[in-house]
Every structure is written in structure tokens, then in C-alpha cells.
């Protein structure tokens, strides 16, 4: 599996990226600000392959946020897009770390070719099984399981029991599940999180076994291992 996190404020932009990225086979994490990038890279680490760091973002210039970034260790290839096409903005962005460059507008096939062309330069190992406690996620055969029994799972419980496993003890907010699983095609004021998470209950509870997704009041939900 390839994780990849998107850094752009344009919701547009944004989706179409990662609908064309999880077309793809691609797992994406969209960013929508300096400061929830910095957080997803902190919770996803070493799980994260790559960043698509658009420069223009509402609270920090992307550029100053890879540098910090960089400066703090953090390794995955980093590809720059972003509508500032003049020489110094490209030599700015590839001074502070970025692996590559692409200038919007583009073409979706370029940009697969620029992923796969970074990537190669770096092959990270990636993993094909996620465990938590009692949970597996088994990525090639799409299989869940809990304690050794089987769990079928509709692909969105899937996407969201994937999500919540790959953030365990993190309180997970109902927007960032919302962007994360359903991206931005959904009302922000719909409760289907809430639906969803009653669904994916049902599913991984096992009598006589502890609940794994806790609700934390005005937070959102926390995944807890057994
Ligand atoms: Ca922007």
C-alpha cells in the first residue's frame, strides 16, 4: 500500500486529486492547512510514501513548512505543486526539499509519472498487514479480522476501521473521518460518521471482548486496542 498526503486548501483541487490518486490504488490523507499537515505527518511517521504540498496554503508558506519539516527529519519524497510557476519559486521549494516539481495546471498522467518516478528513487518497503491489538487488516487479501474470527466489512467500514487502525489511542475528529472516508462530497453537517462508526461497532464488538472505538464527547472517536 502507498499512503500518500495531500497538502492543498482548494477543496477542488484537493478532490480531484485524490479521487484520481485512489483510482489509482493509492491511499491519500488530504491536509488542508500547514497545521494539519504537521499533524498527519507527526500520527502517520514512517507510514506516510509521499506528500503532494501544494505552496500557497492559509496559514504558512509551504515552503517554510517542508523546511521545518526537513529540519525535524522528516524523509518521505516530497513532490511541489502549485500554481507559482516562476524560476526562483522552483529553486525555493527544491532548496527546502522537495524531490520534485509540477506547476498547475497539469496533466493527472504527469503527475502519476512524477510519483512513480520519485518513488523508485527511494523504494520504501510497504507493509501488507496492519495490526492493532486483536484487530488485522490483511491489505493484499482485503481480509479483517478480529482475535483469529473473520469480519465482513462494506468498503467504507473498511476505509474507516483502515483509518481508524492506522491512528490508534488518537482522538479522530467527525471532520477529519469525513475527509478521510468520504472526502468532500458530503455534507459537513451529515451525521454519517456517526452512522458509520454504529456499523463498524457492531461489526468488530465481540461479546465477552472489551469495545475498541470509544466516543469522546465533542472530540470525535478513539480506537483503543483490546
Ligand atoms: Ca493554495
Given at each position: 500500500m502507498v499512503q500518500i498526503l495531500i497538502v492543498e486548501d482548494d477543496p477542488n483541487i484537493a478532490s480531484f486529486l485524490a479521487r484520481g490518486l485512489a483510482a489509482e490504488g493509492y491511499v491519500t490523507t488530504t491536509a488542508r492547512s500547514a497545521t494539519e499537515a504537521r499533524r498527519w505527518t507527526a500520527t502517520l511517521g514512517a507510514e506516510l510514501n509521499?506528500?503532494?504540498?501544494?505552496?500557497?496554503?492559509?496559514?504558512?508558506?509551504?515552503?517554510?513548512?517542508?523546511?521545518?519539516?526537513?529540519?525535524?527529519?522528516f524523509s518521505a519524497p516530497v513532490i511541489v505543486l502549485t500554481a507559482k510557476d516562476g524560476l526562483a519559486h522552483k529553486v525555493a521549494g527544491l532548496d527546502a526539499g522537495a524531490n520534485d516539481y509540477i506547476t498547475k495546471p497539469f496533466a493527472f498522467d504527469e503527475l502519476l509519472a512524477r510519483i512513480r518516478a520519485v518513488r523508485r528513487n527511494v523504494a520504501q518497503p510497504s507493509p501488507t498487514e496492519i495490526v492493532v491489538g486483536d484487530l488485522t487488516l490483511d491489505l493484499l487479501t482485503k481480509l479483517a479480522q478480529r482475535g483469529g474470527r473473520q469480519i465482513e466489512l462494506a468498503p467504507r467500514e473498511w476505509v474507516m476501521l483502515e483509518l481508524f487502525m492506522r491512528h490508534p489511542n488518537q482522538v479522530l475528529s467527525r471532520s477529519q473521518i469525513l475527509s478521510n472516508v468520504w472526502d468532500y462530497s458530503f455534507d459537513p453537517g451529515s451525521n454519517v460518521v456517526d452512522v458509520y462508526v454504529g456499523y463498524l461497532r457492531r461489526k468488530i464488538n465481540v461479546p465477552g471482548l472489551p469495545a475498541l472505538i470509544q466516543t469522546v464527547r465533542g472530540a470525535g472517536y478513539r480506537l483503543t486496542p483490546a
Open positions: 509521499l506528500v503532494l504540498l501544494d505552496l500557497g496554503l492559509p496559514d504558512e508558506d509551504g515552503t517554510t513548512l517542508l523546511q521545518s519539516l526537513r529540519a525535524e527529519g
